[in-house]
């Protein structure tokens, strides 16, 4: 079956860094976009990185914009998020998502996307 699992998630201090990952089973991500989104308690999921099948283009959250680096390597199936310069602010659960189709929607429209990890916790507290 098609899934997205992400991992790296953790608790670190602010001002550090994780690394998540996000890796296919079931396809391949060559062909497909991929976007991180997060979702802290009591708000809504955020879009917060977006990057597109060859890794040509990306986006950002303003929030996370210098601080956070999406890549991925297709060979490896995997998308990954460089969390950098952590904040409080940033704890929430991390998910990966892919679209199956261009539908003509902005990158942080969670609508947009079809497939969804199961999401990793990220927590950034003294």
């Known amino acids: 079956q098609l899934q997205l699992v992400e991992s790296g998630g953790g608790l670190v201090q602010p001002g550090g860094s994780l690394k998540l990952s996000c890796t296919a089973s079931?396809?391949?991500?060559?062909?497909?976009?991929i976007g991180w989104f997060r979702q802290a308690p009591g708000k809504e999921r955020e879009g917060v990185s977006h990057?597109?099948?060859?890794?040509?283009?990306?986006n950002y959250a303003d929030s996370v914009k210098g601080r956070f680096t999406i890549s991925r390597d297709n060979a490896k199936n995997t998308v990954y998020l460089q969390m950098n310069k952590l904040k409080p602010e940033d704890t929430a659960v991390y998910y990966c998502?892919?679209?199956?189709?261009?539908?003509?929607?902005?990158?942080?429209?969670?609508?947009?996307?079809?497939?969804w990890g199961q999401g990793t916790q990220v927590t950034v507290s003294s």
């Open positions: 990057i597109s099948s060859t890794g040509g283009s990306t």
């Open positions: 998502a892919a679209p199956l189709y261009d539908y003509g929607r902005s990158w942080y429209d969670s609508t947009g996307y079809d497939y």
């Open positions: 079931g396809f391949t991500l060559d062909w497909s976009a």
